[in-house]
């Protein structure tokens, strides 16, 4: 495997009773599009959380390009480049598209390089004829592209995508997809929580499965497909 | 010509006639006098603004900040006969640095926690000016020594020209308002009060963010506490610190014109200050704290109404009327 860009070591994580992290370790090369499965509650978001600074880990290290990131805020982490998106999608409503994708490019930009590049994600995300709108008018499934447009403009060496293609359309998704192995070729490494099976089978060459906070099984899609200790997560004890 | 350049000549028009305005009214009369006050109260609404219109972090101890900056001007005039203009420079340098005090341990509060904090706040800046009478006088209040009437040493023996000194100030605010609002830093304001854990993901330094809003906010409504003070050339400590004569006016001014935009304040001071004081001359004669009712039930109406201020209500009377429209 290639130089990870990406290191996790043992995060755990512990909410009063609920251990929702436990000892979660993945390496992840540059250049990969790593899809995270899991059942509901398996800890996939808070893995997420975790790795961006908005909850810090009990114990544990992440470590991107080498740095260690494990109690910067958000926004050092987002600097270091690594961002993701929200699963229940945390627009700025009263704002418009534009000046949505564009904060995320006040980073590294003064506001009229931001409003460039702004435009530019707009349009690859397929979204530029939404651009003046408010985002509280908008439909779910063209916030949810608002979320990755935004977060693209923070330009990331890597970007977490917490479901970010429910609410799809099958043209919709394969756009999508086309989309993210497009970004994948141009350098950057993508970590995805989705559950459409048939997309995260043919967009990901590797899959993690979290169950209860931890890691059962990391593989190929085949690998994984058959393995019993996902079977029996998915479907119970008695199907496996 | 387009909306822009129309709105650019109206703007113009509207200066044109706010500059000449004075000389429509008595020179030493009342009138001139509530109009400074009203241009005062929109420059303190607008400095408000900056914080509570654009980052929601709504303050109600902006009078710490005021009562700074008159005080701290006016004691440098008092014992070393600094130009207030150079005692304002000083105020402001306190004021941006109570600023800074008071945000370090409230940033992570938001919406009544922050209001609640900063109240205590000012209140606490009143407290210690009542009781720290050997610096400020105390109670008793404070008077700034009368020197020959000239703009280098802030005083002036007309109303006139404290009128356009208020309306510069209001301009200029106005200005540092818009500027803000159109830069980095209003677009990370705008992004913390619209969700602030998606502002720090996407890269916004949210703690700073506030910080800097705040200690400019601060900074300028101490030089306007130094205003004050050269226009009244007597204060005390309840009413440069006052909740309820400062802070809670501040934020009052700018809900009822209009939060978070920039004309809001001053339709809101121009609405809320004459009112006030037409509720005073109307009803002091009459039972105790009738004036006071009035204009109570008066801003309760306003705000039962149009709750998001009077710059809400243009935009509602549109839609309205297209429903009209396409109605019939």
Redesign the interface.
Same mark, same amino acid.
């Given at each position: 495997m290639a130089e990870p860009v990406l290191d996790i070591t043992d995060i755990s994580k512990r909410f009063g009773g609920l251990q929702a992290l436990s000892k979660v370790s993945l390496s992840i090369a540059s250049g990969e599009i790593v899809g995270l499965i899991g059942p509901n509650g398996a800890g996939k978001t808070t893995l997420f959380s975790t790795l961006?600074? %908005?909850h810090r880990p009990d114990s544990g290290a992440v470590r991107l390009d080498g740095r260690h990131l494990v109690g910067l805020? $958000?926004?050092r982490i987002?600097?270091a480049g690594m961002?993701?998106t929200?699963q229940n999608v945390?627009?700025? %409503?009263?704002?418009s598209v534009l000046?949505n994708v %564009?904060?995320?490019g006040?980073?590294r930009h $003064?506001?009229e390089g931001a409003r460039d590049l702004a435009r530019r994600c707009l349009e690859r995300v397929g979204i530029s004829a939404i651009a003046g709108k408010l985002a509280r008018d908008l439909s779910f499934p063209e916030r949810a592209r608002v979320e990755v447009a935004?977060?693209l403009?923070?330009e990331p060496r890597v970007l977490l995508l917490d479901e970010a293609m429910a609410a799809l359309n099958h043209v919709e998704m394969d756009e999508f997809m086309a989309l993210l192995r497009q970004l994948r070729a141009e350098g950057l490494t993508l970590i995805v929580v989705e559950h459409h099976m048939r997309a995260i089978m043919s967009l990901c060459e590797r899959l993690v499965v979290l169950n209860f906070g931890q890691v059962i099984a990391t593989g190929t899609p085949a690998e994984i497909s058959r393995d019993p200790a996902v079977v029996q997560a998915y479907l119970g004890r008695s199907a496996a | 010509m387009n909306t822009s350049s129309t709105r650019l000549v109206a703007l113009f028009a509207l200066l044109a006639i706010a500059v000449v305005l004075p000389f429509a009214f008595d020179p030493r009369g009342y009138a001139i006098r509530i109009l400074c006050l009203a241009l005062l109260f929109a420059a303190m609404a607008q400095a408000w603004n900056i914080v509570a219109g654009l980052a929601n972090q709504v303050s109600l101890g902006h009078a710490a900040f005021f009562g700074i900056g008159a005080y701290t001007s006016t004691l440098l005039l008092i014992h070393f006969g600094l130009s207030p203009w150079l005692g304002m420079i000083a105020g402001a340098v306190l004021g941006g640095l109570a600023a800074l005090l008071i945000s370090l341990p409230t940033m992570r509060l938001r919406g009544h926690y922050f209001a609640l904090a900063t109240l205590a706040f000012g209140e606490v800046m009143r407290v210690i000016a009542n009781s720290w009478g050997g610096l400020t006088g105390g109670p008793v209040g404070i008077s700034v020594p009368f020197a020959p009437p000239d703009l280098a040493m802030l005083q002036f023996k007309e109303t006139r020209p404290y009128y356009w000194l208020m309306l510069a100030a209001l301009v200029l605010v106005t200005t540092i308002f818009l500027a803000i609002k @159109?830069? @980095?830093l209003g677009? @990370?304001l @705008?992004?913390i009060k619209?969700?602030a #854990?998606?502002?720090? +993901?996407?890269? +916004? #330094? /949210? /703690?700073r963010t506030k910080i800097v809003a705040a200690v400019i906010s601060g900074m300028i409504t101490a030089c306007l506490g130094t205003l004050y003070a050269q226009f009244q050339f007597f204060f005390d400590p309840d009413t440069v610190f006052g909740v309820a004569s400062v802070s809670v006016r501040m934020a009052m001014i700018a809900i009822v014109g209009g939060i978070g935009t920039a004309a809001g304040p001053i339709l809101g001071a121009f609405f809320v200050i004459p009112l006030e004081e037409f509720a005073n001359q109307i009803f002091s004669a009459q039972a105790a704290g009738l004036s006071q009712l009035v204009f109570g039930l008066l801003l309760i109406a306003v705000i039962l109404i149009e709750p998001r201020g009077f710059m809400a209500i243009g935009p509602r009377l549109k839609r309205l009327l297209a429903r009209e429209k396409a109605d019939g």
């Open positions: 961006v600074g %908005l805020k $958000p926004h987002a600097a961002v993701k929200f945390a627009l700025f %409503l009263d704002s000046d %564009l904060t995320g006040l980073m $003064p506001v935004r977060a403009c923070t | @159109r830069s @980095r677009y @990370r @705008r992004a619209e969700n #854990d998606a502002a720090e +993901v996407i890269g +916004v #330094d /949210t /703690t």
